[in-house]
């Protein structure tokens, strides 16, 4: 059993959290597949009458509680458990939650224990590593099946992940300058007007001449 990303953190929801991998095989050690998908349980707790992020909740836990879970364990699972470089960022750029029964959710006098199955399948691998991990998620509270959802997470060196996030936080629309005023250049008299020569210039010229 393992303790999940932030677990001794400061929480304002939640307790701490334990991320179980669930081995293909009994043998010990495993040997290391990054091609294979493998599963995971992440157990938590939804706490009495608070949101995710400490707000108050109303009568049914919010699923971001369960989506904040997979968020923090998303990364951890990659760099553990897939051999993704520590130095590589993971962001989810998919994520997919629904709640097939609500009854499950419904807020309680106790803390509800919140278990999240995983079934985590590598994609885009290059020399072993995968650069992308895809998330089937299966919440379950007090062992009640009660949603289903899908998940997508990319890893991203350092620098690209930077200069994302850099052009994420620009204002939009973009800043335009105003045009520079076209005139004569400072110390240059302007240019004297050239002659225009049309089809109107053309048919004057031949009725003044008859």
Known sequence: ?????????????????HLVHRPRSWLHPVAAAPDVEEEFVLAGELADGLGPFGERA????????????????????????????????????????????????????????????????????VDGVPRVL?????????????????????????TVHRGHRERSRRPWPPRRTPPRPRG????????SPRPTWGATSSATSCCAGR
């Open 1 to 17: 059993m393992e303790r999940a990303p932030g677990a001794g953190r400061r929480r304002t929801a939640g307790t701490v959290r």
């Open 58 to 125: 109303g009568r049914h836990h919010d699923l971001r509680a369960a989506a904040e879970m997979v968020r923090e364990a998303g990364e951890f699972i990659g760099h553990t458990h897939f051999g993704v470089p520590a130095a590589r960022v993971g962001v989810f750029y998919r994520f997919d939650l629904r709640a097939d029964d609500v009854t499950p959710w419904r807020v309680r006098s106790s803390p509800a224990p919140l278990d999240l199955h995983l079934r985590v399948r590598p994609d885009k691998v």
């Open 134 to 158: 895809e998330f089937a998620i299966a919440p379950r509270i007090d062992d009640v099946p009660c949603g289903s959802g899908s998940a997508s997470v990319v890893f991203l060196a350092p």
């Open 184 to 191: 004569p250049r400072p110390g240059r008299a302007p240019a």
